[in-house]
């Protein structure tokens, strides 16, 4: 999932407010959708439309809306749904097929599977951030591997987004599954018991529960972009990152987002123009400083900010393919040993 910044002001409020036309395009994007005026304006004189942002919650919320309303489509285009959630969206066929010329090619293992309905836009690595000055002022070490995070000594120091609702959640749900084999519903449990924090969604968890913005949690679930974006945002010029990257083996996924068709949408052509404009050299250069994501495009120009991110190693994690096949079985039983807090015995 795509994330926003406090302050961002990279979309006029009049862009979501606009009533719908025969000429607006209206494009069903997360709350953390971010894109410049500047591009919007140019596309819209370009195709004659005036283009409509219709912000839906989290990724995971927004497909779940657009399930419900799919008889009766809220939009034309839908962006933000990623390789953990294209299997459901395809499942109740969601989104019309199209190719968007000029697609580049990804490794299999990043592939937006089932294939030509999701054109891809950006990547993002999931990954837990740790806020520094918590550890150093406790006198506590980070931890080295993720099993270490249901020792006493890290209790109640991370906090997630529910997968349920969440991408961000969900990614790092999978990042254990791959890891952990057989045995992840028990360092579930276990983390349960050790004060694990769960919140619907990525703003919560990074604004309102990690230690830096104020919260109790030194340690949340988020995206390997956070120090860039910490120090692009910083009030005064900094010469390093107030938060680092924690990269525990096995901690780490990457999203692969996508932007697609609705089907029943309207305006195909401008809604297909789109889709190309989304991979332009323009809007593909400006998308890593408008929602913290790195560009799909190869040889795309990165603001020098983004030295100051982690390099996380390459992650092993399962295809699109693999995750619709059984990622509603494994949110399911993360659900019943951490929310409801059933033995990781009686799961299958």
């Known amino acids: ?83 953990t959630l294209i299997g459901k969206a395809v499942r109740y066929h969601l989104l019309a097929r199209y190719r968007t010329p000029g697609t580049p090619e990804l490794p299999p293992e990043l592939q937006l599977l089932p294939t030509g309905y999701l054109t891809p836009i950006n990547l993002s690595t999931v990954a837990i951030t740790d806020d520094p000055s918590y550890f150093r002022k406790h006198h506590l070490p980070l931890p080295t591997q993720l099993s270490q995070l249901v020792r006493e000594r890290y209790r109640g120091l991370l906090v997630m987004e529910n997968p349920a609702t969440s991408s961000t959640g969900r990614a790092f749900l999978l990042a254990t599954v791959a890891h952990f084999g057989k045995s992840v519903w028990s360092f579930w449990q276990r983390l349960r018991e050790n004060g694990l924090k769960v919140v619907n969604g990525w703003e919560a968890a990074y604004y309102t529960d990690f230690s830096k913005y104020g919260g109790s949690q030194p340690l949340v679930v988020s995206y390997l ?113 951490v929310i409801e807090g059933e033995p990781a015995s009686q799961v299958r």
């Open 225 to 337: 972009t956070d120090p860039a974006a910490e120090v692009y945002f910083a009030k005064t010029k900094l010469r390093a990152s107030p938060v680092s990257n924690l990269l525990l083996p096995g901690s780490t996924f990457v999203q692969v987002e996508g932007a697609g068709l609705l089907r029943g949408g309207h305006h195909r052509q401008a809604a297909e123009a789109f889709l190309r404009f989304l991979l332009s050299r323009a809007a593909q250069s400006s998308i890593p400083t408008s929602m913290w994501v790195l560009p799909v495009v190869p040889g795309t120009t990165l603001n020098p900010v983004f030295r100051f991110d982690s390099k996380a190693p390459k992650p092993d994690q399962a295809s699109s393919l693999q995750i619709a096949a059984h990622v509603q079985r494994w949110v399911h039983d993360w659900t019943a040993v």
């Open 1 to 83: 999932m795509a994330y926003s910044r406090a302050g961002w002001a990279l979309l006029a409020s009049v862009l979501l407010a606009v009533p719908a036309s025969a000429k607006t395009l209206t494009v069903v994007v997360p709350d953390s959708f971010a894109l410049s005026k500047a591009l919007v304006a140019k596309f819209e004189r370009q195709q004659g439309v005036t283009l409509r942002f219709l912000k839906a919650g989290s990724a995971g919320a927004m497909v779940n809306r657009l399930i419900l309303t799919r008889r009766h489509p809220l939009g034309d285009l839908v962006y933000g749904i990623d390789n």
